[in-house]
């Protein structure tokens, strides 16, 4: 498992590249969708309500998924950077061994095993991508039911009453959107503990290698 | 070559992060819980169980207007807190990297009094060995 978690980090700059990728594409689909507002707004509101009813309905869909759209790509980003944090971890470990086998067997101090959470951080950065993709997932759905109820004039939405399809459309954007916004916060910070999970670990492994040497020097010193 | 040092103090920063870590986290799930069971039930009912015009008709002191008052005034300071959390997070990872600087000065000089110990026992190990094998 843990040999399967050290090829999967090396492939930290793939998710870099696509988060990166992701949140350009926000960027260029945002532009867009923004003239098609310009454009839609430029209109007098009798012809809005009449022949650009659909323009609204995509104007309003788009921006209901854009938003975890971005999220996810910063989730891409700062998994890549938890994926990072784990090569270097390896590769502090792996140059600590090194220096210390050129100890005689008998006289080299055994490595400290690495702390507990150094083995959960995958799981949180896994599961913090994880909330990004629920997230985008929720915007996905809510956009559809957007595009549904925008493609009614204001009027009718206006005019729905309690029980009818309309109304329901309109509270789920409402309702949903009320834990959607705190959700991509929460998929955040999950990222950013697992990046304090992997800077604890090479704070740790950095802290047990001083005490190593240290203890190798002390142990000479008495000796001789 | 110097071998004697004092083992070195940890950086005060490792002492700190922790505080910033378990802040982020209240200020997070308090914001994540307060959309859950606050804004969303409230939007829901207010939303989807009356009809414009009864939204529109709601007088000042009804609960539809206590309703109106909770999404437009919740979301103002959630979103801040929210952010707010989203900092002591960073304010933690921040600590946590400017402590290694220290950690890596630390190393240094440790390393430094250590490498001639580490090289006269290998040396010593392999005057042993050749001397086994004659």
């Known amino acids: 498992m843990q040999n399967m978690i050290s090829k999967m980090s090396r492939m930290y700059p793939l998710f870099i590249v696509m988060g990166f990728m992701i949140v350009i594409i926000a960027f260029i689909v945002g532009y867009f969708n923004s003239q098609a507002a310009a454009a839609y707004f430029a209109e007098s509101l009798l012809i809005r309500e009449t022949t650009l009813i659909v323009q609204r309905a995509s104007i309003e869909s788009v921006g209901l998924w854009m938003l975890p759209f971005k999220f996810l790509g910063i989730g891409f980003l700062l998994g890549g950077i938890v994926m990072a944090l784990r090569v270097i971890i390896e590769n502090l470990i792996g140059a600590g061994k090194e220096v210390l086998s050129n100890l005689p067997p008998e006289k080299r101090p055994q490595m400290p095993n690495p702390p507990w959470f150094a083995n959960l951080m995958p799981v949180v950065m896994m599961l913090g991508l994880v909330i990004f993709l629920v997230a985008f997932g929720v915007g996905l759905w809510l956009s559809g039911i957007a595009r549904d109820v925008f493609a009614n004039p204001l009027p009718s939405i206006d005019a729905a009453g309690a029980g009818s399809s309309l109304l329901a459309g309109v509270q789920t954007i409402h309702s949903v959107d009320g834990w959607l916004v705190p959700l991509k916060f929460f998929a955040i910070s999950t990222e950013f503990l697992a990046i304090m999970m992997g800077l604890a670990t090479i704070v740790f492994i950095l802290e047990s290698q001083i005490k190593l040497l240290d203890g190798t020097l002390k142990s000479s010193k008495a000796a001789s | ?134």
């Open chain 2, 1 to 134: 070559m110097n071998n004697t040092i004092q083992t070195p103090a940890s950086p005060w920063q490792l002492k700190a992060y922790p505080i910033f870590t378990i802040l982020g986290w209240i200020l997070i799930i308090t914001a994540f819980l307060i959309g859950l069971i606050v804004l969303a039930p409230t939007a829901s009912s207010y939303w989807g169980e009356n009809a414009k015009a009864a939204r529109d008709a709601a007088e000042a002191g009804s609960a539809l207007i206590g309703q109106l008052g909770t999404l437009t005034t919740i979301p103002r300071w959630l979103e801040p807190l929210a952010f707010f959390g989203v900092a002591a997070f960073m304010v933690g990872i921040a600590l946590e990297f400017s402590s290694i600087p220290a950690l890596l000065k630390n190393r240094g000089l440790v390393m430094n009094a250590c490498f001639p110990v580490i090289v006269k026992m290998s040396k010593e190990e392999a005057a042993q060995k050749s001397e086994v094998s004659k």
